[in-house]
């Protein structure tokens, strides 16, 4: 157990984790550019074309991804934050800030893509499904998480207070959903059911579980290089940062 | 007993102290020295606890601070540049309420007594916001009167104070140095206080 | 410990008192809301009856909105602030007096005038009862959350727009439990299940929100 939080303690010093950071980036990088050109090729070429959809449900090739990675990252950034606050380690917060902008993006690609696929579907390009709406509200807290991060000077605030209100969201988000799935069983309006997916070929699973792999990868390589970034924004005053900027000139 | 070991504080990019070590026992009085910004706040606010320190700690009776929890902000009294009075209430209501806040409530009686004490009577009664920068001064350093703790920690206490008020001020922390207290009082100036140990640290040669 | 709570709550109090036109206006912004929205839709009643428990509650919704930037801000630049920190007791409890204080000088205006709205837009009296119920539960919901949201800004610059952004989102499900009662109960429908998610999310708030708006507060003197 001790050997095991010593090894954590360390990389979650900045100093040990910069230059690891570096090490692992072009792997990632490689592993996203191969697994998304697999991927890619399975869902437009390998995939068969859907007896009921056409060509258009593709589209869930980017879509289920994204949304899986829209929440899954919202999960870790929790996490971190929750690690932050209990153990005071400034690598967790800078995690949680690194892995937000990707976190935003994915949670935007996963509403843009449900609506075009939602526009063939069911004629609609917005229906306000308890998933779709859940999704629309993790957007807003992605944003007001960057917002508020990007509204305070101080780093110590900075960390803390993002943290803070990503796990007021965190408790929120099965609420919201559960509310709008509530609220749309009222409302017999809306009668869209986006859990019954068609059954899916064995190729077409394949397809998405390699992208949400190669999506994976992806966020992997861009939140290290965003993590290398703030550190060496957060740590310029010690003395390692300025031995690197040195050997910069 | 009041001790910090090994503090630094960081504000933004600019490193205002590093390794500071203090040791306060019962009767001492510490003044803290420096020119503006070199941090005096900062390390005032550090050993009340609200701001933590970049790194160290701080102890009282060799526990931290943290640790300690409410234990050690009863045994603390802190008056900051700010007066931390509602404008809209009297300087009776002020310190009623604030004793009360930090739970040590006194009597109307002895409010009264500590605001004749430092000549403010006529206006107890009055808006804080009527009154001038000394008056209110005058209301907020009134507190001390009223204060249980062993430890007070003062911001510039003497700022906009007219001399009889500065005189007042000084015979207060003699008194309360004499009793066994310990202060901390940042000033840019001498504080020529009547008894008790000084102590000097100046910050930011 | 009961004496340090009704001491921040009587002290409140009587700083709202005597800044009585500020809650007076917010229930002004409040009743101009509801008739902007009756302007908007048209004089049908039948569509507005429809449309009314959504709208006084959006209306609740952003005039709670509007003093919550002062919630914490004046404590913090006097001061009074850095003194509930250093206070023995669990800032929590100091937070959860303020709260009170705020609802019920913020909260509770709507409630009682809500009805009145309410009769604008010709809703039946049982619904009025519910309408008044669900924003006695939902209110202080509201407080609470908004008050994280006033913690976590205090002091920064865009701090108001930036209020509204972090808290407009969670607000959601309060929006959502407590116009299904009002609807339910204007087509005839039970309203206990409704009522029920308010009032169980009333608690879980009351019971999580002071500890996470005392830390937003200690973070904030950073």
């Known amino acids: 157990m001790a050997s095991i939080s010593s090894i954590w303690l360390k990389y979650s010093a900045p100093v040990t984790f910069y230059p690891l950071a570096g090490k692992l980036v072009p792997w990632f990088s490689i592993a996203a550019a191969l697994l998304f050109s697999l991927g890619l090729s399975i869902s437009f070429f390998v995939a068969p074309t859907d007896f009921q959809q056409g060509e258009a449900y593709r589209i869930i090739f980017i879509h289920v991804p994204a949304a899986w990675m829209s929440m899954f990252i919202y999960l870790v950034m929790a996490s971190y934050c929750a690690l932050g606050l209990a153990f005071n380690t400034r690598l967790s917060h800078m995690m949680a800030s690194a892995l937000a902008p990707t976190g935003a993006m994915f949670t935007f690609i996963a ?88 059954t899916m070929a064995q190729t077409m699973f394949a397809g998405m579980l390699i992208m949400a792999a190669a999506c994976w990868m992806y966020s992997i390589a861009v939140s290290l290089v965003r993590v290398r970034q703030l550190i060496l924004e957060r740590e310029c005053r010690s003395a390692w940062v300025t031995d690197i900027l040195e050997t910069l000139k | 007993m009041l001790q910090a070991i090994d503090l630094e504080c960081v504000r933004g990019d600019h490193c205002l102290f590093s390794r500071l070590n203090l040791s306060l026992k019962n009767g001492d009085l510490l003044h803290v020295q420096g020119k503006n910004g070199c941090g005096k706040t900062s390390l005032l606010r550090i050993l009340t606890g609200l701001l933590p320190p970049t790194s ?88 001390l009167l009223l ?59 | ?123 039946p009296a049982h619904s009025l009862w519910i309408l008044v119920i669900s924003l006695a539960l939902g209110t202080p919901i509201l407080g609470m959350v908004g008050a994280i949201g006033a913690a976590l800004t205090l002091g920064l610059r865009g701090g108001n727009t930036l209020i509204a952004l972090l808290v407009l989102p969670l607000y959601m499900p309060v929006l959502i439990f407590a116009t299904s009662a009002v609807d339910a109960s204007l087509s005839g429908q039970g309203v206990e299940a409704h009522l029920s998610l308010l009032a169980a999310l009333l608690v879980f708030t009351l019971f999580f929100g002071p500890l996470a708006i005392a830390a937003a507060l200690r973070v904030s003197q950073d």
């Not at chain 1, 508020?148 to 919201?176: E, H, S, T």
């Not at chain 2, 409410?70 to 007066?83: A, D, F, P, Q």
């Not at chain 2, 911001?155 to 000084?170: K, T």
């Open chain 2, 56 to 143: 160290g700690k701080v102890l009282w009776d060799g526990v931290t601070i943290n640790a300690l929890g409410g234990e050690y902000k009863k045994t603390l009294s802190y008056i900051g540049h700010l007066n931390a009075q509602k404008d809209d209430l009297s300087a009776l209501e002020n310190l009623m309420v604030s004793s009360r806040i930090s739970a040590a409530p006194v009597s109307s009686s002895e409010v009264g007594a500590a605001l004749q004490r430092f000549g403010i009577t006529a206006a107890a009664q009055l808006p804080f916001r009527v009154l001038s920068q000394g008056q209110k001064r005058r209301v907020a350093l009134a507190k």
């Open chain 2, 147 to 205: 204060s249980k703790a062993t430890l007070w920690l003062l911001d510039e206490p003497f700022a906009a104070l007219d001399s009889s008020a500065s005189d007042l001020l000084r015979t207060i922390v003699g008194a309360h140095l004499a009793q066994n207290g310990i202060a901390v009082i940042s000033s840019h100036r001498e504080l020529d206080i009547p008894g008790g140990t000084l102590k000097r640290l100046a910050l930011g040669l």
């Open chain 3, 1 to 123: 410990m009961r004496s340090v709570f009704f001491a921040v709550l009587a002290r409140d109090l009587t700083l709202y008192l005597r800044r009585r036109s500020d809650i007076l206006t917010a229930l002004f912004f409040f009743a101009i809301i509801t008739s902007l929205f009756a302007m908007g839709v048209g004089p049908e009643i039948n569509k507005l009856r429809l449309i009314a428990p959504g709208v006084i509650w959006v209306a609740a919704l952003l005039t709670s909105l509007l003093s919550l930037n002062r919630l914490f801000s004046s404590d913090c630049q006097d001061g009074t602030l850095e003194q509930f920190l250093l206070a023995p007791q669990s800032l929590s409890l100091l937070v959860l007096a303020k709260i009170l204080a705020h609802w019920l000088v913020s909260g509770l205006p709507i409630i009682l005038v809500a009805p009145a709205l309410g009769l604008q837009f010709d809703l």
């Open chain 1, 111 to 198: 509403l843009w893509t449900g609506s075009f696929w939602g526009k063939p579907m069911w004629g609609a390009w917005w229906v306000w499904d308890a998933r779709l709406t859940s999704e629309l509200i993790l957007l807003f807290l992605y944003i007001g998480f960057i917002s508020l991060q990007a509204a305070i000077d101080n780093p110590v605030r900075r960390d803390k207070a993002g943290a803070v209100f990503l796990l007021v969201g965190v408790v929120n988000i099965p609420i919201v959903y559960f509310s709008v799935q509530w609220w749309n069983t009222l409302h017999q309006g809306a009668s869209v059911n986006m859990t019954t997916a068609p």
